[in-house]
């Protein structure tokens, strides 16, 4: 059973940044891909980044391409999503969670608790 928790969230000025961490316990994280996910109040959970297990294959929303970063470090056990140059519509609670690879498979196996961002005009 892998846990995840995530960190680094808080009130930030529009333009501002954040670095969110998700650290890792119970298992190995380069045994899976991570994304990160978020949903604002009244919204549903939409996906924001994801990162192949070696961290060689990025993947971004178009909502925030060119602003955040995904990123790992496998010998840390801990994913790391970079945002840049934030708005208020950015504010959310940020998850991230693991899977293990499997062709054709979507669903994510493990979340984290979320964090909560929230970007002020």
């Known amino acids: 059973q892998v846990q995840l928790v995530e960190s680094g969230g808080g009130l930030v000025q529009a333009g501002g940044s954040l670095r969110l961490a998700c650290a890792a316990s119970g298992g190995t994280l380069s045994s899976y891909a991570m994304g990160w996910f978020r949903q604002a109040p009244g919204k549903e959970r939409e996906f924001v980044s994801d990162?192949?297990?070696?961290?060689?294959?990025?993947n971004y929303a178009g909502s925030v391409k060119g602003r955040f970063t995904i990123s790992r470090d496998n010998a840390k056990n801990t994913g790391y999503l970079l945002m840049n140059s934030l708005k208020p519509e950015d504010t959310a609670v940020y998850y991230c969670?693991?899977?293990?690879?499997?062709?054709?498979?979507?669903?994510?196996?493990?979340w984290g608790q979320g964090t909560q961002v929230t970007v002020s005009s």
């Open positions: 969670a693991v899977k293990v690879v499997r062709r054709g498979k979507l669903e994510y196996d493990y």
């Open positions: 990162i192949t297990r070696s961290g060689d294959s990025t």
